[in-house]
């Protein structure tokens, strides 16, 4: 359906554009034209029908794209024409996110999910940004290079201000000492009251997304230092860097899976032993500790015994289980296995396999010192309370939920491909389609906006910057507005992760790519608001991002406000102040 649908619609264009804005005579006896009965040699004439508002050269000719490409010289019409050409920019963007997630089904993340899926997902934009200056002369790549900034500027800021504060609105849940409760939206729009809850890695996701910013800044320099030397060099110098920072960074999304594993395997080792610390405290007969602060051997020696099922005076692995599974500890999503075999390593100092009294004694005191340690105001409390112990069970208990945990019981977990081998021809298909779709349409895509902007007298810096990015990013932005909306942590951690992860491509992949056409072609480097309202919007959100892991509702009000405080901003300062 959508294939016969596409047919369609860039057939129905090709002979509306053709009829509306130039007709095709066989009048070829008369060489000198008036330039009304004849047309362009007697070969073209206009229509004046919709062609009042454009402004062309004198025989009204206007250049097809490829030399078949439907074109037009009104405004009406070369606003049909971004319609259409933005219609399949989009589905290329679409094509490319559903082959994505095929390959990510069969490969899993690392490489697939750290490197392929942001490349691929900032194609489109890279594309468009490539075309608007390579065609024609420099003087002529100029003029069109500010559609490709737009686009940059644009994409970045809509992912970061609109999208951004209405996943916050949809994924929205009831808030409970600063955590947002799953599933759980009996608030309605309580401006504090109700909101969204990240895990560590997306604040760390945010982080860097504000770090990206620093090529921007690196071009920028001489223009700050109000110096024209040394712009050519400056752009080579951020070139480097943002391709140096690229590399890095995907580099980093490689490996961050294994990190998150390993450091949240850490963080559930940390909850089972305050957790069993907690029992102990709460089933002992008298203090853990004596009035000394030194561990209680006769209390303790009770809780082994309790442990020692079979009185042998040793712990074995499996009575250590029944200790672990006695604990309850579903919550967490834990490898009961792996959980005796750590606390295994914690008390075993002989290394025998079992664990005899003096053993489980240095093992406690070890937990209870580390419980002690805890950043707490309790811990400076009377030590016989051992109020420690609770707080130190809430701290590993909330580490463990800001660090996430991957197997959250999501639909979209243990899923196992049917057929691997059709899935990736499918998934293959679908990249090849999206590729040759967004490479074949950018061109065209990047002409009607010039020609647009060119009939309007509207700015076409603020065409692309408004009109290109629903376009190449609608995809990922209804995905992630979807993926919000199941209200839990989980998938609001993935849903911004993948909002900062995409500026983050947009500050490096895009911005490289325009900085190498900038320097190759001999462009110059003149986007001193467009790059200031680039690294306001992100490092207000990145450094808000980063400094927390819960937002409000009332937090979605900043990112929408920002939104019209860029357009704001780039018109006062260049057609007000006179910065371009």
Same mark, same amino acid.
């Given at each position: 359906m959508a294939h016969n649908l596409l047919i369609l619609i860039t057939v129905f264009t090709s002979i509306t554009i053709s009829a509306t804005g130039r007709l095709i005579t066989t009048t070829t006896t008369n060489s000198s034209t008036d330039g009304v009965h004849d047309g362009y040699g007697g070969v073209f004439r206009r229509n004046p029908l919709l062609s009042l508002s454009k402004s062309t050269d004198e025989s009204g000719f206007c250049d097809q794209t490829y030399g078949f490409m439907p074109c037009t010289t009104s405004v009406i019409g070369n606003l049909f024409l971004i319609l259409v050409y933005g219609y399949l920019m989009f589905l290329a963007a679409t094509y490319l996110s559903a082959g994505s997630e095929l390959l990510l089904e069969i490969l899993g993340p690392g490489i697939v999910g750290g490197l392929f899926l942001p490349v691929l997902g900032a194609l489109p934009d890279a594309l468009l940004i490539l075309v608007s200056g390579l065609s024609g002369s420099p003087e002529t790549a100029q003029d069109q290079v500010s559609v490709g900034m737009g686009l940059l500027a644009g994409s970045t800021v809509m992912l970061l201000t609109v999208i951004w504060g209405t996943c916050i609105i949809v994924g929205k849940c009831d808030l409970q000492n600063s955590i947002a409760l799953d599933n759980q939206d009996t608030k309605g729009f309580s401006l504090s009251g109700s909101g969204v809850s990240t895990d560590i890695w997306t604040s760390y996701s945010a982080m860097i997304m504000a770090a990206s910013v620093l090529p921007f800044l690196v071009?920028?320099?001489?223009?700050?230092?109000?110096?024209?030397?040394?712009?050519?060099?400056?752009?080579?110098?951020?070139?480097?860097?943002?391709?140096?920072?690229?590399?890095?960074?995907?580099?980093?999304?490689?490996?961050?899976?294994?990190?998150?594993?390993?450091?949240?395997?850490?963080?559930?080792?940390?909850?089972?032993?305050?957790?069993?610390?907690?029992?102990?405290?709460?089933?002992?007969?008298?203090?853990?500790?004596?009035?000394?602060?030194?561990p209680n051997r006769e209390v303790l020696y009770k809780l082994f015994n309790s442990v020692d099922v079979d009185g042998d005076q040793h712990l074995s692995r499996s009575e250590l289980q029944a200790l672990v599974v006695g604990m309850q500890l579903n919550d967490i999503n834990l490898n009961e296995d792996d959980a005796v075999l750590k606390l295994m390593r914690d008390f075993d100092t002989?290394?025998?396999?079992?664990?005899?009294?003096?053993?489980?004694?240095?093992?406690?005191?070890?937990?209870?010192?580390?419980?002690?340690? +805890?950043?707490?105001?309790?811990?400076?409390?009377?030590?016989?309370?051992?109020?420690?112990?609770?707080?130190?069970?809430?701290?590993?208990?909330?580490?463990?939920?800001?660090?996430?945990?991957?197997?959250?019981?999501?639909?979209?977990?243990?899923?196992?491909v049917d057929d691997p081998r059709w899935t990736t021809i499918k998934a293959?298909?679908?990249?090849?389609?999206?590729?040759?779709?967004?490479?074949?349409?950018?061109?065209?895509? =990047?002409?009607? =906006?010039?020609?647009?902007?060119?009939?309007?007298?509207?700015?076409?810096?603020?065409?692309?910057?408004? =009109?290109?990015?629903?376009?190449?990013?609608?995809?990922?932005?209804?995905?992630?507005?979807?993926?919000?909306?199941?209200?839990?942590q989980r998938s609001a951690s993935l849903t911004f992760s993948e909002l900062y992860g995409a500026a983050t491509m947009n500050n490096l992949?895009?911005?490289?790519?325009?900085?190498?056409?900038?320097?190759?072609?001999?462009?110059?480097?003149?986007?001193?608001?467009? =790059?200031?309202?680039?690294?306001?919007?992100?490092?207000?959100?990145?450094?808000?991002?980063?400094?927390?892991? +819960?937002?409000?509702?009332? +937090?979605?009000?900043?990112?929408?406000?920002?939104?019209?405080?860029?357009?704001?901003l780039v018109y006062v300062l260049d057609y007000i102040l006179g910065w371009s």
């Open positions: 071009v920028q320099f001489p223009q700050i230092l109000h110096s024209t030397s040394g712009r050519h060099l400056s752009v080579l110098i951020g070139l480097i860097i943002s391709i140096s920072l690229l590399i890095a960074y995907c580099i980093y999304q490689v490996y961050q899976p294994k990190i998150q594993k390993r450091r949240l395997a850490f963080a559930k080792h940390k909850h089972v032993r305050s957790r069993i610390l907690r029992y102990m405290k709460a089933n002992a007969f008298g203090g853990l500790l004596d009035d000394q602060g030194r002989s290394g025998d396999d079992e664990v005899d009294f003096e053993e489980f004694v240095i093992g406690i005191s070890q937990w209870l010192e580390e419980a002690r340690s +805890t950043k707490t105001d309790s811990a400076t409390s009377d030590p016989d309370t051992m109020k420690y112990i609770h707080d130190y069970y809430e701290e590993t208990k909330r580490e463990h939920y800001l660090l996430g945990d991957e197997g959250g019981g999501d639909d979209d977990e243990g899923h196992i293959g298909l679908f990249l090849l389609l999206g590729t040759i779709i967004a490479a074949v349409f950018a061109d065209p895509l =990047v002409d009607a =906006v010039g020609d647009f902007s060119a009939a309007t007298s509207i700015p076409s810096f603020f065409i692309s910057f408004i =009109v290109l990015p629903l376009a190449t990013n609608s995809s990922e932005s209804v995905s992630a507005i979807i993926f919000a909306s199941r209200k839990k992949l895009c911005l490289s790519v325009f900085l190498a056409l900038v320097y190759m072609r001999g462009l110059t480097w003149d986007f001193t608001s467009e =790059v200031l309202v680039i690294v306001i919007v992100c490092i207000v959100m990145g450094i808000f991002g980063s400094l927390r892991t +819960t937002f409000p509702l009332w +937090t979605s009000f900043i990112a929408f406000v920002l939104y019209p405080f860029s357009l704001i």
